[in-house]
């Protein structure tokens, strides 16, 4: 695409292409189980293994994280934790790539994540008592000093969601091409049996992080959405009590 004097490569690369494939395969794959479910009640095969990971998320993470009031941010969290879990594993398909070790996927992630974690603490609080929030509830003349910090806060949590996923997902293939650099390397067919097994031990530690990060990153929203919605809580005991 030309924009006046410049070019710019809008060409789909390996990574949206993968992160458009785990997407179609999430939505996919929802929609079967779901149909499933007017077929037969018990779950069997692989809407069995789906309701396990739903539960999970729903019993482990989101009601431990936001208590009764999490359930309305169920859908959100698995939709989280399943297309990030489906991303995390194409890089394990042989010619596949890894959307969730570019940098830019992790960040739309985490966008994503900012909004909702404000929205979850504006919807328990009330938008006036999220910016009273910010104040940290000291005097006026601290003010200019408290609320800067305060918003700073606000993006730290969405960047560490950011750069971990980026840096845990991106590692274990450095580490793994690395491994197999070493043939090149000392240039001898010698050292190929230990890289090799050693490539294929982080291989296989590679899918256990696949699951890991999903998990992590999921957890990790959850509980920010919660830490939000707990302050209301807090606040509304601390009026009762008065």
Known sequence: MKIGSWMVDVSPTKHVFFLLLAALILAVWAI???????????????ANVIEVLVVFVRDEIALTNMGPAGLRYVPYLLTTFFFILLMNLMGMVPFGATA????????????IAFVMIQLAAIRAQSFGHYLAHLTGGVHPILWPIMIPIEILGLFTKPFALCVRLFANMTGGHIVILSLIGL?????SLAVAPVSVVFALGIYLLEILVAFLQ??????LTSLFMGLGMQAASHEH???AHH
């Open 32 to 46: 079967f189980v779901a149909r499933s479910y007017k077929k037969n009640i018990v779950p069997r095969g692989l």
């Open 100 to 111: 969730t070790g570019n940098i830019a996927v992790t960040a739309g992630l985490a966008i």
């Open 183 to 187: 043939i090149f390397i000392f240039r």
């Open 214 to 219: 999903a998990y992590v990153f999921t957890m």
């Open 237 to 239: 005991s601390e009026h």
